[in-house]
């Protein structure tokens, strides 16, 4: 089974043809690659995906990147592409949003549903997806991985625009270097007090992950999504000490604390 062409991308790097400053291009590649992974692991439901390069294409620096779900069943029809489709829409969704907010922390945002109205200080409103909306204010790594990207290419002059396109070059998200700066801000999002409220609830979580450090974050499924969160009670890790075991299936009861 071959794979469809939503789940290609193309990076084009606007500014000399054929040549990029090597430095330049692993900075960004793994700002990328970095920003790749963690939205599959928003919305990838445990499918794994590989990233690869291929064959560069002539004219302007064109970076041809292929998404593949990684074969963990035996039976090739049997791999969910869907998976791969959800991460290139929300990878382009999310650099899509930095774009807009032009690094401003938003005035008011409003729930729609599936969307979020975010009120800029400017005066402007964006209607946008809740779940890019969510991935993207949350994940720090994502906010990290972009603003890598971006001051890589803000530190080459010889760069003069950032592109994304599907595997039939059409353009899905641009950038010329005057919004470079915008789009190299670092910190997350911030969510304006009146809209945030901090929710308590007894829940059942299938663990995922596991680390041991207290200080780092455990993986789990809660109704149906991966979430991650710190363990903070020191009597349940009193009880790993001592022998405490795990098997695959294993579910945690916790109070669950989280903001909304």
């Given amino acids: 089974m071959k794979s469809d062409t939503r789940t290609d991308i193309k990076i084009k790097f606007g500014g000399k043809p054929n040549e990029i400053n090597v430095n ?27 990233i690869k390069i291929k ?13 593949t779900p990684t074969e963990i069943v035996d039976l090739i029809r049997n791999i969910d ?5 959800k991460v290139v829409g929300v990878f382009v969704g999310i650099f899509t949003l930095r774009k807009l907010l032009k690094g401003e922390t938003p005035s008011k945002i409003e729930d729609k549903g599936d969307d979020v ?6 005066g402007n409103d964006i209607i946008f997806d809740k779940r890019t909306f ?9 906010n990290e991985a972009i603003s890598e990207t971006f001051e890589a290419l803000k530190a080459d002059s010889s760069i003069e625009s950032f592109e994304v396109q599907d595997a039939k070059e059409m353009t899905l998200f641009e950038s010329p270097r005057k919004e470079f700066n915008d789009m190299a801000v670092r ?49 349940f890790f009193k009880q790993i000490d001592r022998g405490e075991s795990f098997a695959k299936g294993d579910s945690l009861e916790v109070e669950l604390q989280y903001k909304q």
Avoid: C
Wanted: charged share 25%; net charge neutral; hydrophobic share 40%.
């Fill in 81 to 85: 592409w869907d998976t791969v489709y």
């Fill in 134 to 142: 969510n991935i993207y204010n949350s994940n720090v790594r994502i």
């Fill in 187 to 235: 910190g997350q999002l911030e969510i304006p007090q009146e809209n945030i409220k901090i929710r308590n609830e007894l829940a059942r979580l299938n663990i995922f992950k596991l680390v041991w450090d207290k200080t780092r974050k455990w993986e789990f499924y809660y109704r149906g999504n991966k979430i991650s969160a710190i363990i903070s009670d020191d009597s």
């Fill in 55 to 67: 064959a560069l294409d002539k004219g302007s620096f064109l970076l041809h990147i292929g998404l």
């Fill in 117 to 122: 109205v975010i009120h800029t200080k400017a």
């Fill in 24 to 50: 330049t291009l692993l900075r960004s590649l793994a700002g990328i690659s970095a920003t790749l992974d963690e939205i599959n692991a928003q919305v990838g439901e445990g499918q794994k995906i590989e």
